[in-house]
Nanobody, 126 residues
Framework: QVQLVESGGGLVQAGGSLKLSCAASGTTFRTNAMGWFRQAPGKGREFVARITWSGGETLYSDSVKGRFTISRDIAENLVYLQMNSLKPEDTAAYYC???????????????????WGLGTQVTVSS
């Protein structure tokens, strides 16, 4: 099993920044890519960003491209999401997820990821 624990959420003003962390433990060798999703109240889980463990290839949703950066620390089994220029519409619970597949056309779909953290709340005030 793979355990994922997110941290770093909080309350920030619009235009501010936050950095989320995701600590992976357990049988992490079974995973080849990591993703961040978010879910606002009353909405479905939305893809934010993805990174492969080995090559560090990244993908972003159009809504965060240019503002958010995903990165990973292989030695520490950590994945980060640096969020800049935050907007009120970024308010959501943010979830870390792990995918056994490194490359997939379904990377935007939550069902493609096998392991999930419990989430961390990000609130952006206007």
């Amino acid at each position: 099993q793979v355990q994922l624990v997110e941290s770093g959420g909080g309350l920030v003003q619009a235009g501010g920044s936050l950095k989320l962390s995701c600590a992976a433990s357990g049988t992490t060798f079974r995973t080849n890519a990591m993703g961040w999703f978010r879910q606002a109240p009353g909405k479905g889980r939305e893809f934010v960003a993805r990174i492969t463990w080995s090559g560090g290839e990244t993908l972003y949703s159009d809504s965060v491209k240019g503002r958010f950066t995903i990165s990973r620390d292989i030695a520490e089994n950590l994945v980060y999401l640096q969020m800049n220029s935050l907007k009120p519409e970024d308010t959501a619970a943010y979830y870390c997820a792990a995918d056994r597949s490194a490359y997939t056309i379904n990377y935007e779909y939550a069902a493609d990821y096998e392991y999930w953290g419990l989430g961390t709340q990000v609130t952006v005030s206007s």
